[in-house]
């Protein structure tokens, strides 16, 4: 959890367990079952969560009033906000 002043940013960790998908006549594919670590991001705001997901323009229609305000932020400080780093700024600035 990183803190902002009214937003907060939240890393979100899981595990997605992947399927054998091991393809006999073709010779392709895994013949083991896996476990991979993933994780998302997301911004708080109170008790919504809005998932970091799509371009900068779709996050921020989700900010409400602070739509405005977050793609200003975001086009004057080149924020990608799929890099968490960048995320993070954009709390700090909003």
Do not use: P, W
Not at 19 to 25: F, M, Q, S
Request: no cysteine; glycine share 6%.
């Amino acid at each position: 959890v990183h803190k902002g002043k009214r937003y907060d940013a939240i890393k979100h960790f899981y595990i997605e367990f992947l399927l054998a998908n091991y393809n006999v006549a073709m010779d392709v594919g895994s013949k083991d079952h896996r476990k991979v670590k993933r994780e998302k991001l997301y911004i708080a705001q109170g008790d919504q969560l809005i998932l970091i997901k799509g371009s900068e323009k779709k996050i921020a229609s989700k900010l409400g009033a602070d739509r405005g305000k977050a793609i200003s932020l975001i086009k004057e400080n080149h924020l990608n906000l799929t890099r968490e780093e960048d995320l993070y700024k954009l709390v700090d600035l909003l």
